[in-house]
């Protein structure tokens, strides 16, 4: 069975620090990879997309994430958080092969202290 | 384009009783997800439809259900509530739910209270 792990259950961070969440999924096969973020009070929404090609993905406010198949990794990085970047970032995997099935991991809740 | 729409946005339920909740897709979508967010457990995959048929099932009893309209509208049930299914449910479509890649659009979801 599909699996996603987060590394991180919460991470404090200062203005203008930089940022890495972990990210592993277990499975076999191939794989499409998320990052998604809520904000205190707003819906889920993409941040960023890994479907093929080149593995380092940017995506919207200048985060990246950076897919290693051999580790079956895909973590997500900003080299300088902004206070508006406190949220809840998961992590999702889905198969390719099972249609729209995406399996989320638990969540890293990223404050950002001013 | 109009985004996800669910209702209603806030319901308070007790024990042993039923709720339906619905799930308006993106125009054009027409496969609909549904996930349970919980503090303890997170994003729980609940069901998939596309185009009126359940794709895929998560790990949740029988008292969850759902079902797809031809608009592609869904709603999902729950029967015999427990204290338990308090969470926000949300709905997340698709364009066309193939192999191909797709990104979920997410809805604000549903915030269920059971008393």
């Known amino acids: 069975a599909q699996s996603v792990s987060q590394h991180n259950h919460h991470v404090i961070l200062s203005e203008a620090a930089s940022l890495e969440l972990g990210c592993n999924y277990s499975?076999?096969?191939?794989?499409?990879l998320f990052w998604y973020v809520q904000y205190p009070g707003q819906h889920l929404q993409l941040l960023l997309k890994?479907?093929?090609?080149?593995?380092l993905v940017k995506g919207i406010k200048g985060f990246e994430a950076e897919f290693i198949k051999s580790k079956f990794s895909f973590n997500l990085r900003k080299p300088s958080v902004q206070w508006s970047d406190t949220a809840e970032y998961f992590c999702?995997?889905?198969?390719?092969?099972?249609?729209?099935?995406?399996?989320f991991g638990p969540g890293t809740s990223l404050s950002v202290i001013p | 384009k109009a985004g996800v729409t669910q209702t209603p946005r806030y319901l308070i339920k007790t024990r042993g009783q039923q709720v339906t909740l619905s799930c308006s897709p993106i125009s054009g979508h027409r496969s609909v997800s549904w996930y349970q967010q919980t503090p303890g457990q997170g994003l729980q995959f609940l069901f998939e439809y596309f185009s009126e048929t359940q794709r895929n099932k998560g790990n949740f009893p029988g008292r969850f259900s759902g079902r797809q309209f031809s608009n592609s509208r869904s709603e999902m049930n729950v029967s015999t509530l427990e204290l338990g299914d308090s969470a926000l449910y949300l709905c997340?479509?698709?364009?066309?739910?193939?192999?191909?890649?797709?990104?979920?659009?997410f809805g604000p979801g549903t915030r269920l209270t059971v008393l």
């Open positions: 890994y479907f093929s090609g080149d593995p």
């Open positions: 997340a479509s698709s364009a066309d739910g193939t192999r191909n890649p797709n990104e979920q659009f």
């Open positions: 499975y076999g096969g191939t794989v499409n």
């Open positions: 999702a995997v889905n198969a390719k092969t099972s249609y729209d099935k995406v399996i």
